[in-house]
């Protein structure tokens, strides 16, 4: 099978099942691989404890074969295999205590849930993101040494590939703008990515009255707000809210309350004035 999948080299077995003879222990850890994202809080304070390996599956190095953990002898304990436009992770050893002491050790469990993740989210050509996410991209076999990217708005960027740190793969993390992001080799796409808004930016969370009365109490006074009630008469509540309250009803009383007033200091003024002038 292997061969099948352009293995170039014999592979053989190295130790035997239950035999504690011949231990073979992590040599290189690829950090830098994307499968490790987010896996350790710092990546270079970080060391593995490696397993004890009993048995093995002697895969060296070679071309499409990414390493990212690899034995004392450089063989690949767990290393990709990419091919087209499909990849694989490969183990060299099974996970079994009589192969070796891997699956009780505390880096088990995490690596083989980031596995299928890693594999269920990964596409070599043509992937669909999420803004703000990370973009990589295979850089090992390109034959320049410069990378462009062409982001939505079809401005350009490069990249040298020979300043950075890992050769084989480029991480690409601006990705802010929605659209399509393509990666090209001088003239040659070599890979392409959709860049979308987060869905969940569309769902909307409502507030209940509380947190609204909290919320505005911060900011503004109580009298600045109304809350309208949509089972009632909302549409008078707007137009009070926009105009205020109808005066007209005050004022014709406070009118008619001030005429009488002037009619009774009317009548007395006159009776005053009659009395007055009869005695003179």
């Known amino acids: 099978m292997l061969a099948g999948l352009g293995f170039r080299t014999n592979i053989s077995l190295i130790g035997e099942p239950n035999s504690t ?5 992590f040599n290189e850890v690829e950090y830098e691989h994307p499968i490790f994202e987010n896996l350790f809080d710092e990546k270079k304070d970080t060391k593995v404890e490696s397993p004890e390996v009993y048995a093995y599956f002697k895969i060296l190095p070679q071309q ?4 990212v953990i690899s034995l004392s002898d450089n063989s690949l304990f767990f290393s990709e295999l990419i091919k087209g436009n499909g990849r694989m992770l490969i183990f060299n050893t099974a996970p079994v205590l009589s192969w070796n002491n891997f699956p009780v050790k505390s880096l088990f469990a995490p690596l083989i849930n980031k596995s299928v993740l890693y ?3 990964q596409k070599q050509s ?5 803004a703000g996410e990370s973009i990589d991209i295979r850089t090992v076999d390109l034959k320049l040494p410069q990378l462009k990217i062409v982001k939505p708005d079809n401005s350009e960027e490069f990249i040298n590939i020979e300043e950075l ?6 991480t690409y993390n601006k990705t802010d703008q929605l659209g399509t992001y393509k990666f090209y080799s001088g003239n040659e796409l070599i890979d392409y ?30 009298d600045k707000y109304t809350f309208i009630d949509p089972n ?34 009317s009548k007395n003024s006159k009776k005053d004035f009659t009395e007055i002038k009869i005695k003179v």
Do not use: C
Request: net charge negative.
């Open 119 to 121: 594999q269920s989210i």
């Open 232 to 265: 009632n008469n909302y549409k008078e509540s707007i137009k009070q809210a926009r105009f205020g309250t109808e005066l007209w009803k005050y004022f014709l009383i406070a009118a008619l309350f001030i005429a009488l007033l002037e009619m009774y200091v």
């Open 126 to 130: 043509g992937r669909n993101i999420i």
């Open 193 to 222: 990515a959709v860049v979308n808004f987060d869905p969940s930016e569309t769902v909307t969370q409502y507030l209940n009255k509380d947190d609204i009365e909290k919320y505005f109490a911060e900011i503004i006074s109580s």
């Open 21 to 25: 003879e011949s231990i073979s222990y």
């Open 165 to 170: 740190d890992n050769h084989n793969y480029f």
């Open 64 to 67: 499409n074969l990414r390493p």
